[in-house]
């Protein structure tokens, strides 16, 4: 799993760490570096899945510009920027960390290592030392033996930890941990569900793609059993969301050839009125939470999944089952969550457990975005006296502290 993305010269960061858990909830004021913070994420799971450097960043035929683009990407007045991620696999943590040259029209590779993390560190591969005019980095993988190692003349618009994932590498170990990291960052999954793209028949599909819009596809491709496993879990969290009872949810193939698919739920707004309402019908909320509860519960596991702005359109009286099934179902599938939130209810709904979890972005006196866990912050305690998490945010109590703290 993902444990900690430092952020270093990365849009508002100059350096600041997130922390990843099972459930993390990152709060903050507008501006203050929530959506840059996402981005990162979006980032790294574009190029350890391939993507180019530069349209990672810039965006090409398949993949959309990450905000801002190109010129946006190094904090103001740098022109470097690197990510550093530690990951777990098999008990052990692992330092991933790339280093990223910006120019107008390019962005490439100027340091990437990956290494067995703690006291004594052990290199897997590192980059060395770098001919700026040349498109090609040494790259060093280890052998486990004294010496530089394995020597390739690998691309600086492509991650080494991708290509180094088909290399003929000497060291079998080395190849399985490079593999498992690069699969954990590729399977970051940031879902921005768009009611008005779910409403309309969908084609069958693997994988739920990040506006939620292939929702009803992607159920009606998996297999009966499964199918009827998940729209029965869906339909025991949703049924909880609306004041009317709802008897059930679930895809239908349809078309000729039963290529495509269709949501549907069944309403009961009173003892024997039922009306069945398919995906053009339902509401943005209902839409928005099965997109949620979709992509938990056909995610593979080990991967995050990131929302943004997770309870928008969801009354504030829902918090708390919309908090308790993403606990549920990340424990259960075993994955984690990363979550954005304005919404003092949600916060209050997550309670005093979850403070540990519940990250605030803001910016210091210098204007530069900081993450702060809300636990480290001194005046907490007396704080939570004062009032519950969810009025303290709404009043931007936490935002004074944290400006206190700053001061010398
Ligand atoms: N390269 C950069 N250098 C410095 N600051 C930047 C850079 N790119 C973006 N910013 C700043 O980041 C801010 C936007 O941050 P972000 O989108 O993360 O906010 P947010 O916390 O998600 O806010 P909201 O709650 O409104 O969505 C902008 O105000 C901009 O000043
Ligand atoms: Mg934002």
Known sequence: MIKSVILKNWKSYEESTLYIDPLTIVIGMNSSGKSNAVDALIFLSRIAGGAGIFQAIAGDVSLSPLRGGIDWVCRKGTRCFTLDVLVEYKGTDYGYSITIEVGTARALVSEEKLFRSGSKQQRIFYTGLLDNELMNIPVYFS???????????????????????????????SAEIINNVAEQMKGIFVLDPIPNHMRDYSTLAERLSSDGSNIAGVLAALDDDRRREIQE??????????????????????????????????EVWYEGDDCVVDARGMSDGTLRFLAIMAAMLTSEADNLIVIEEVDNGMHPSRAKILVNMLKELGRERNTDVLVTTHNPALLDAAGTPMIPFITVAHRDEKGKSQLTLLEDIRDLPKMIAAGNIGELAANGRIEEALARKGKP
């Open 143 to 173: 052998t486990g033996k004294q010496g530089k190692g394995q020597h390739f003349e690998l691309n600086r618009n492509t991650s080494i930890l991708f290509q180094g994932k088909s290399l003929a590498l000497k060291r079998k170990e």
């Open 233 to 266: 879990k869906l339909t025991a969290y949703l049924r909880e969301i609306p004041e009317k009872d709802i008897e059930g949810v679930w895809t239908e193939r349809i078309g000729k050839f039963n290529t495509d698919a269709m949501l549907y739920c069944k």
